[in-house]
């Protein structure tokens, strides 16, 4: 699953990046987190950003607690899932980023965090779907949720599951309102490890309280438990 990822860029990045206008102020994020309002591109608007809370309610989950929303499917059947077929033909969104976050287990108490980056250390972006619904209260909320896929030979060491991670050019057909449906799952691939990198950082990412630059930086593992040959 994908549950925490960066973006850590500034506006002016964004916007010349993806090519769409942001309307409002944009502060860089390093520990985004389910539930938070965030930076995405719709096909319905892809020249400019709206800001979507992480984390779909499934019809059946309606007005269910926050735990129960949805915050990844998988993109190998997003297609036949009535809970997503409609989202994936007709609300197809592209979620900014610069980097993700998987927790390693060594052992039944102790995880490490890793971030996962373009090599080059620049913006992509994830392969989203979203929806719309109304609250009780009557209010219209903008939901998303990100595609993942079977890891790649970088991503298996540390989890099980990979985000759909796009191109420039993977996102024009993801964002294409006339992509066939076999053009739109062959996107959904795992992306290339050796256009990636990964690094272990600090156990201050575990907390959606935290987001500053320290939580992107790559961290000794002497620094996180004490004990060098974690990563040995």
């Known amino acids: 699953m994908c549950g925490r990822y960066s973006l850590s860029k500034s506006k002016i990045e964004l916007e010349e990046r993806f090519q769409a206008e942001m309307l409002t102020d944009f502060k860089p994020r390093y520990n985004i987190a389910p539930t938070q309002l965030v930076p995405v591109v719709t096909s319905q608007s892809p020249k400019g950003f709206s800001f979507f809370y992480w984390g779909i309610t499934p019809e059946f989950g309606r007005n269910k607690p926050v735990s129960q929303k949805l915050i990844n499917a998988k993109a190998e059947s997003v297609h036949q899932k009535m809970t997503f077929k409609s989202s994936?033909?007709?609300?197809?969104?592209?979620?900014?980023?610069?980097?993700?976050?998987?927790?390693?287990?060594?052992?039944?108490?102790?995880?490490?965090?890793?971030?996962?980056?373009?090599?080059?250390?620049?913006?992509?972006?994830?392969?989203?779907?979203?929806?719309?619904?109304?609250?009780?209260?009557?209010?219209?909320?903008?939901?998303?949720?990100?595609?993942?896929?079977?890891?790649?030979?970088?991503?298996?060491?540390?989890?099980?599951?990979?985000?759909?991670?796009?191109?420039?050019?993977?996102?024009?057909?993801?964002?294409?309102?006339?992509?066939?449906?076999?053009?739109?799952?062959?996107?959904?691939?795992?992306?290339?490890?050796?256009?990636?990198?990964?690094?272990?950082?600090?156990?201050?990412?575990?907390?959606?309280?935290?987001?500053?630059?320290?939580?992107?930086?790559?961290?000794?593992?002497?620094?996180?438990?004490?004990n060098y040959t974690l990563f040995g």
């Open 88 to 226: 994936f033909k007709q609300r197809r969104c592209i979620i900014p980023a610069d980097g993700f976050y998987e927790w390693k287990k060594l052992g039944k108490k102790t995880s490490i965090p890793h971030r996962f980056t373009l090599r080059e250390g620049g913006l992509f972006s994830f392969a989203g779907i979203w929806d719309e619904y109304e609250t009780v209260d009557g209010e219209n909320q903008h939901t998303f949720l990100i595609l993942t896929t079977e890891p790649n030979e970088l991503v298996s060491e540390v989890h099980d599951r990979m985000p759909v991670v796009l191109t420039p050019e993977t996102e024009k057909k993801w964002l294409n309102n006339y992509s066939s449906e076999e053009e739109l799952l062959e996107i959904l691939k795992p992306f290339s490890a050796n256009e990636m990198l990964s690094y272990p950082v600090s156990t201050l990412v575990n907390s959606v309280k935290n987001d500053s630059p320290a939580l992107i930086r790559k961290t000794d593992p002497m620094d996180q438990h004490g």
